[in-house]
């Protein structure tokens, strides 16, 4: 399939978009939503045009091949493009309903809200102990009897507890990548956000390590919404409800997991899908 | 049932900013003050150097001053301020320092980065390293006391305090700066290079010289001329070594000639003129002569160095519009200029030897025996070039040597010089690099032979004087008996309270510089400015601290002034280190603390910082070791000889381990034991931060594994 033919098919997608949009809508569960999102690196359009929801307490995943946008994508859900130098948005990202983009609102205080964990393991370079309360500290919480429960259960939530416990003061560097990969996230659950972005949280560990993860994602459903990124096509199957199929900065496809990987509705989608590119 | 999205609607007023009051702004607003305090400095000495040197261009009108060779200061009836010799001098000695410093630098460097075992290698690293941390009174009473009179004796000279003397020290201590920056464009040069050379069956030396130097050609430049700009600006050794004669070298190449430098000068006169005296401000004027050859040489070392890095990261594209355009008029006409160059030399050369006339008429003769050449030789001229240009190179080479030998001598000498680059020459690519190997390894011999040398001289000479007493007594019969504590103690208490000085404010503005600052007109001038107070010679600082602190401020000669002085000379040592290794912390740990929902200031004190703090120590480390190394910016600020008590006070004068090190040395005769006590104490003392300051840094670079 040859470029051109591509991006004609992309054009084509927007009006059928909103019909999905609407059909999910109707649970009125949602804790994210994107309206007509944009987004520019200098000159760079990396978001176009984006609408898309985010349902409480389901796992929502975004794939497409590599420099579609999805990391940016997953990036402005808590303005951790404001980072980054050159980087201009336009359009809104609601979260409870709220323009997260609008006036008089914190970026910090998003993010307590909704959390985020990364593709490589940064855990800082300190003991376990005061890696998972961090969070808490800097959000000014001083109660020593709470900080130590606020570790416990984060740290069993992440299912590290039993590895760790023993070695709370050493450095957490000194921890494997997927015991790692899991103090980041008990980490990000210390300080209770309600939603957690991954960006490709498994894409730098073994396989054990990855199952070890996405079982915790399934956990963490009942309590959390989960946004991932993932290059893993059998992974967003695997754990996701809803899916977000990208391309060249376009949000192509989005509906319910089952759906997408079964039934998709656009070509592309599909091509996607079953490998013909990527 | 109310719908979720309604619920939530009501209690978002907890995303929004509380209150007015921002922390991250006002935490900007102070990094950046500390910042740019760097170069308000730098333009407040400008200033500063101006104001106190006055009218004086009025009444000695510049061309005396720069072209007149009569500086007789303190002549009752008519003072005189030529300062041609003195300015000339201060070249000289430099030149001469760069002649030894230069090629040995290079090939230690060579082989540092390319030849040596890694073992080897290493640990020639840390001790140049280490090295460039000797005092430089301690360099100075070396050759005073050792080279001076090994001059005399064996060379013959009528004295020993020569041009010679002087540029062997500077050449020595200019190493440690030549070969750290050389070694590391060398080993800078990517890897691929030289697996891509060596895979065509290229044998080592000739990946060397024909692909890694080439690369790193413009680092290695930066490295000289750093290098150069470290000779010129020192005052201590060679105030000592150089013998302070006010004359020119007849002919311009007797080194066994004394000399007389800007910084010496400026070191043994203005402890006794009277503030605003002509004669002061006559060495305000020196001072702002000094001042723009370093600022001239800081620019062009860093302005080279910042293309070297550029090129390397590849930012550098290959014509663009915004490139300053002389140095690429330079290279376009690399071989014309230096022909140019050599042609001049050539003609001065000649109107030496001959009279003018005859000199013109030589050189007319040679041109037409070329332009004949190019005529009816069947070959081009090109191919002649090579050896007209040896053939320039040798004949002034001849002639360098038959000022010092007889004519024969000389020219045997070139022929033989020329022979073995002919043999080298054409030897086979294998016993070439042989050859050249042993060459580099002998030179980077002579480096570490010639710096061990003078360690082993201070250590084996000062031991006997170290005993219980001489640790923790006062000094007697004007330091000829007793001990050196209160200078000790005076040392310790001006490091520490430059340190204390220095560090809150070099830290944050190495914070601004990595954290904050964006590339742009303002980043670029403090920059600059904290480039050049880097390289700004020691003893304007001292200069300045005497115009500021202690006359302005009416501080007097004081601990505080000198204090003060050395924390601004030590300012961009730990801005500089401070801005690299927070750098070097990885951008993942700030999204890391962001995306908790910290604040930038939050993310940096509490998770970069500590990350970075390793560095930071080896910055404050380093900028203590060079605190107390240091003579010139505390010689008229805070430094005195003789003080009934230690100080009580900021406010009261100090005596100093350097200090009183040059005083023993210059000034108070049958001293030589005590001396050279105090050189040790005082090297032992350097050495032990300097070699923290490595080890520190070197187990944070084998720790850290993110
Ligand atoms: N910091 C940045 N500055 C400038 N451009 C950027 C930046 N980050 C990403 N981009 C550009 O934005 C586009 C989208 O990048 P993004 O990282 O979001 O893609 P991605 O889908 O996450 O890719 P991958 O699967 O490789 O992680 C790309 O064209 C990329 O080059
Ligand atoms: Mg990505």
Redesign the interface.
């Given at each position: 399939m040859n470029l051109k033919v591509k991006t004609k098919l992309v054009k084509e997608i927007s009006e059928s978009q909103n019909a999905d949009i609407e059909k999910i809508k109707a649970g009125n569960d949602i804790i994210i939503e994107c309206k007509n999102l944009n987004l520019w690196y200098d000159d760079n359009h990396a978001l176009k045009d984006i609408n898309m929801i985010v349902k409480k307490n389901k796992v929502t995943a975004i794939i497409g091949p590599s420099g579609c946008g999805k990391s940016t994508l997953i990036r402005s859900f808590n303005r951790m493009n404001d980072v980054i130098e050159g980087c201009k948005t336009e359009g809104t990202v609601e979260f409870r309903g709220r323009n997260i983009y609008g006036n008089r609102i914190s970026a910090m205080k998003i993010r307590k809200y909704i959390g985020m964990i990364f593709q490589k393991p940064n855990p800082f370079p300190m003991s376990i102990y005061d890696n998972i309360l961090y969070g808490p500290k800097i959000h000014r919480m001083r109660d020593k009897k709470k900080l130590e429960t606020i570790l416990k259960n984060s740290l069993e939530m992440a299912v590290l507890w039993d590895e760790v416990k023993d070695r709370l003061k050493d450095s957490a560097l000194g921890l494997s990548g997927g015991q790692q990969q899991r103090l980041c996230i008990a980490r990000t659950l210390a300080i209770e956000p309600e939603v957690i972005l991954m960006d490709e949280p498994t894409s730098s560990l073994d396989p054990i390590a990855t199952a070890k993860i996405e079982e915790l994602i399934n956990d963490l459903k009942e309590k959390y919404t989960v946004i991932i990124v993932t290059h893993n096509m059998q992974q967003a199957a695997r754990i996701s409800d809803y899916t977000a199929f990208m391309y060249l900065g376009e949000l192509i496809e989005f509906g319910e997991t089952e759906q997408i990987f079964e039934n998709p509705q656009e070509r592309l989608t599909e091509n996607y899908i079953t490998g013909r590119f990527g | 049932m109310a719908?979720?999205?309604?619920i939530?609607?009501q209690?978002?007023t907890?995303?929004?900013?509380?209150g007015a009051f921002d922390t991250d702004k006002l935490v900007h607003l102070i990094l950046l003050m500390c910042a740019s305090l760097a170069t308000i400095v730098v333009f407040f000495i400008i200033f500063l150097l101006f104001q106190n040197a006055g009218n004086f261009f009025r009444k000695v009108p510049l061309e005396e001053f720069l072209f007149d060779d009569h500086w007789l200061p303190t002549d009752e009836e008519e003072p005189q301020f030529g300062a041609y010799n003195i300015i000339a001098g201060t070249l000289l000695v430099a030149f001469g320092a760069m002649v030894i410093a230069v090629p040995l630098g290079i090939l230690t460097a060579i082989f540092i980065a390319e030849i040596a075992p890694p073992k080897i290698s290493k640990f020639l690293k840390a001790s140049v390293e280490l090295l460039s941390g000797v005092p430089s009174v301690v360099f100075g009473f070396f050759g005073l006391i050792i080279l001076n009179k090994y001059i005399k004796e064996v060379l013959g000279a009528p004295s020993g305090a020569t041009w010679l003397s002087g540029s062997i020290i500077l050449a020595i201590m200019a190493l440690p700066t030549i070969v750290t920056v050389a070694e590391d464009a060398i080993s800078s040069v990517p890897m691929h290079y030289r697996e891509a050379s060596l895979a065509m069956g290229a044998t080592r030396w000739q990946t060397i010289s024909k692909v890694i130097l080439p690369g790193a050609i413009s680092g290695i430049t930066a490295a000289v001329i750093l290098g150069l700009g470290r000779a010129i600006g020192e005052t201590m050794a060679v105030l000592m070594v150089t013998g302070n004669n006010n004359v020119f070298p007849d002919p311009i190449t007797d080194i066994f000639s004394p000399l007389r430098t800007i910084t010496g000068t400026i070191g043994i006169e203005m402890g006794e003129v009277p503030a605003n005296s002509l004669h002061y401000r006559a060495l305000f004027a020196l001072a702002i002569v000094l001042f723009l050859i370093t600022f001239i040489i800081n620019l062009t070392a860093n302005f080279i160095i910042s293309r070297f890095n550029k090129k390397l990261r590849g930012e550098l594209k290959s014509k663009s519009r915004n490139q300053i355009l002389i140095p690429e008029i330079i290279k376009e006409n690399k071989k014309t200029i230096t022909y140019l160059i050599l042609s001049i030399l050539f003609g001065w050369l000649l109107t030496n030897i001959f009279d003018i006339i005859n000199a013109v008429i030589i050189s007319l003769i040679l041109i037409g025996i070329i332009l004949v050449l190019r005529i009816i030789s069947p070959f081009k001229l090109e191919e002649y070039k090579f050896l007209i240009y040896f053939y320039m190179l040798f004949t002034l080479l001849a002639w360098v040597f038959s000022t010092w030998f007889d004519w024969e001598t000389a020219i045997l000498m070139c022929l033989a010089l020329a022979g073995f680059i002919f043999i080298l020459k054409i030897l086979n690519p294998i016993n070439q690099q042989r050859v050249v190997f042993s060459i580099i390894s002998i030179a980077a011999f002579i480096s570490v032979l010639s710096l061990s040398i003078i360690i082993y001289y201070i250590v084996s000479n000062g031991l006997p004087a170290i005993t219980w007493e001489f640790l923790t007594e006062d000094s007697e019969d004007s330091g000829r008996a007793g001990g050196i504590f209160p200078m000790i103690v005076g040392t310790l208490w001006l490091t520490v309270g430059a340190i204390i000085y220095a560090v809150p404010i070099g830290v944050a503005a190495g914070i601004y510089l990595s954290e904050y600052a964006?590339e742009g007109p303002i980043t670029k001038i403090i920059r600059t400015g904290i480039d050049n107070l880097n390289g700004t010679p020691s003893i304007v600082f001292g200069l300045f601290g005497l115009a500021f602190f202690v006359l302005y401020l009416d501080f007097g000669i004081s601990m505080i002034a000198g204090q003060l002085t050395l924390a601004l000379m030590i300012l961009p040592t730990i801005i500089r280190t401070t801005e690299e290794s927070v750098k070097s912390i990885?951008q993942?740990?700030?999204?890391?603390?962001?995306?908790?929902?910290?604040?930038k200031w939050?993310s940096i004190s509490?998770?970069v910082l500590?990350?970075a703090m390793p560095g930071i120590t080896t910055g404050m480390i380093l900028g203590m070791g060079r605190a107390s190394g240091e003579t010139a910016p505390i010689l008229f600020t805070a430094a005195v000889f003789k003080q009934k008590s230690l100080p009580r006070y900021v406010i009261q004068p100090v005596m100093a381990l350097t200090y009183h090190l040059f005083v023993l040395a210059t000034s108070i005769p049958d001293s030589d034991t005590q001396a050279a006590g105090t050189a040790l104490v005082l090297l032992v003392l350097v050495m032990i931060m300097y070699s923290f300051a490595i080890y520190v840094r070197n187990s944070y670079q084998k720790k850290k594994?993110?």
């Amino acid at each position: 399939m040859n470029l051109k033919v591509k991006t004609k098919l992309v054009k084509e997608i927007s009006e059928s978009q909103n019909a999905d949009i609407e059909k999910i809508k109707a649970g009125n569960d949602i804790i994210i939503e994107c309206k007509n999102l944009n987004l520019w690196y200098d000159d760079n359009h990396a978001l176009k045009d984006i609408n898309m929801i985010v349902k409480k307490n389901k796992v929502t995943a975004i794939i497409g091949p590599s420099g579609c946008g999805k990391s940016t994508l997953i990036r402005s859900f808590n303005r951790m493009n404001d980072v980054i130098e050159g980087c201009k948005t336009e359009g809104t990202v609601e979260f409870r309903g709220r323009n997260i983009y609008g006036n008089r609102i914190s970026a910090m205080k998003i993010r307590k809200y909704i959390g985020m964990i990364f593709q490589k393991p940064n855990p800082f370079p300190m003991s376990i102990y005061d890696n998972i309360l961090y969070g808490p500290k800097i959000h000014r919480m001083r109660d020593k009897k709470k900080l130590e429960t606020i570790l416990k259960n984060s740290l069993e939530m992440a299912v590290l507890w039993d590895e760790v416990k023993d070695r709370l003061k050493d450095s957490a560097l000194g921890l494997s990548g997927g015991q790692q990969q899991r103090l980041c996230i008990a980490r990000t659950l210390a300080i209770e956000p309600e939603v957690i972005l991954m960006d490709e949280p498994t894409s730098s560990l073994d396989p054990i390590a990855t199952a070890k993860i996405e079982e915790l994602i399934n956990d963490l459903k009942e309590k959390y919404t989960v946004i991932i990124v993932t290059h893993n096509m059998q992974q967003a199957a695997r754990i996701s409800d809803y899916t977000a199929f990208m391309y060249l900065g376009e949000l192509i496809e989005f509906g319910e997991t089952e759906q997408i990987f079964e039934n998709p509705q656009e070509r592309l989608t599909e091509n996607y899908i079953t490998g013909r590119f990527g | 049932m109310a719908s979720t999205t309604e619920i939530y609607e009501q209690d978002t007023t907890e995303f929004e900013i509380e209150g007015a009051f921002d922390t991250d702004k006002l935490v900007h607003l102070i990094l950046l003050m500390c910042a740019s305090l760097a170069t308000i400095v730098v333009f407040f000495i400008i200033f500063l150097l101006f104001q106190n040197a006055g009218n004086f261009f009025r009444k000695v009108p510049l061309e005396e001053f720069l072209f007149d060779d009569h500086w007789l200061p303190t002549d009752e009836e008519e003072p005189q301020f030529g300062a041609y010799n003195i300015i000339a001098g201060t070249l000289l000695v430099a030149f001469g320092a760069m002649v030894i410093a230069v090629p040995l630098g290079i090939l230690t460097a060579i082989f540092i980065a390319e030849i040596a075992p890694p073992k080897i290698s290493k640990f020639l690293k840390a001790s140049v390293e280490l090295l460039s941390g000797v005092p430089s009174v301690v360099f100075g009473f070396f050759g005073l006391i050792i080279l001076n009179k090994y001059i005399k004796e064996v060379l013959g000279a009528p004295s020993g305090a020569t041009w010679l003397s002087g540029s062997i020290i500077l050449a020595i201590m200019a190493l440690p700066t030549i070969v750290t920056v050389a070694e590391d464009a060398i080993s800078s040069v990517p890897m691929h290079y030289r697996e891509a050379s060596l895979a065509m069956g290229a044998t080592r030396w000739q990946t060397i010289s024909k692909v890694i130097l080439p690369g790193a050609i413009s680092g290695i430049t930066a490295a000289v001329i750093l290098g150069l700009g470290r000779a010129i600006g020192e005052t201590m050794a060679v105030l000592m070594v150089t013998g302070n004669n006010n004359v020119f070298p007849d002919p311009i190449t007797d080194i066994f000639s004394p000399l007389r430098t800007i910084t010496g000068t400026i070191g043994i006169e203005m402890g006794e003129v009277p503030a605003n005296s002509l004669h002061y401000r006559a060495l305000f004027a020196l001072a702002i002569v000094l001042f723009l050859i370093t600022f001239i040489i800081n620019l062009t070392a860093n302005f080279i160095i910042s293309r070297f890095n550029k090129k390397l990261r590849g930012e550098l594209k290959s014509k663009s519009r915004n490139q300053i355009l002389i140095p690429e008029i330079i290279k376009e006409n690399k071989k014309t200029i230096t022909y140019l160059i050599l042609s001049i030399l050539f003609g001065w050369l000649l109107t030496n030897i001959f009279d003018i006339i005859n000199a013109v008429i030589i050189s007319l003769i040679l041109i037409g025996i070329i332009l004949v050449l190019r005529i009816i030789s069947p070959f081009k001229l090109e191919e002649y070039k090579f050896l007209i240009y040896f053939y320039m190179l040798f004949t002034l080479l001849a002639w360098v040597f038959s000022t010092w030998f007889d004519w024969e001598t000389a020219i045997l000498m070139c022929l033989a010089l020329a022979g073995f680059i002919f043999i080298l020459k054409i030897l086979n690519p294998i016993n070439q690099q042989r050859v050249v190997f042993s060459i580099i390894s002998i030179a980077a011999f002579i480096s570490v032979l010639s710096l061990s040398i003078i360690i082993y001289y201070i250590v084996s000479n000062g031991l006997p004087a170290i005993t219980w007493e001489f640790l923790t007594e006062d000094s007697e019969d004007s330091g000829r008996a007793g001990g050196i504590f209160p200078m000790i103690v005076g040392t310790l208490w001006l490091t520490v309270g430059a340190i204390i000085y220095a560090v809150p404010i070099g830290v944050a503005a190495g914070i601004y510089l990595s954290e904050y600052a964006k590339e742009g007109p303002i980043t670029k001038i403090i920059r600059t400015g904290i480039d050049n107070l880097n390289g700004t010679p020691s003893i304007v600082f001292g200069l300045f601290g005497l115009a500021f602190f202690v006359l302005y401020l009416d501080f007097g000669i004081s601990m505080i002034a000198g204090q003060l002085t050395l924390a601004l000379m030590i300012l961009p040592t730990i801005i500089r280190t401070t801005e690299e290794s927070v750098k070097s912390i990885p951008q993942s740990f700030r999204e890391g603390s962001l995306a908790l929902g910290s604040t930038k200031w939050q993310s940096i004190s509490k998770v970069v910082l500590p990350a970075a703090m390793p560095g930071i120590t080896t910055g404050m480390i380093l900028g203590m070791g060079r605190a107390s190394g240091e003579t010139a910016p505390i010689l008229f600020t805070a430094a005195v000889f003789k003080q009934k008590s230690l100080p009580r006070y900021v406010i009261q004068p100090v005596m100093a381990l350097t200090y009183h090190l040059f005083v023993l040395a210059t000034s108070i005769p049958d001293s030589d034991t005590q001396a050279a006590g105090t050189a040790l104490v005082l090297l032992v003392l350097v050495m032990i931060m300097y070699s923290f300051a490595i080890y520190v840094r070197n187990s944070y670079q084998k720790k850290k594994n993110w």
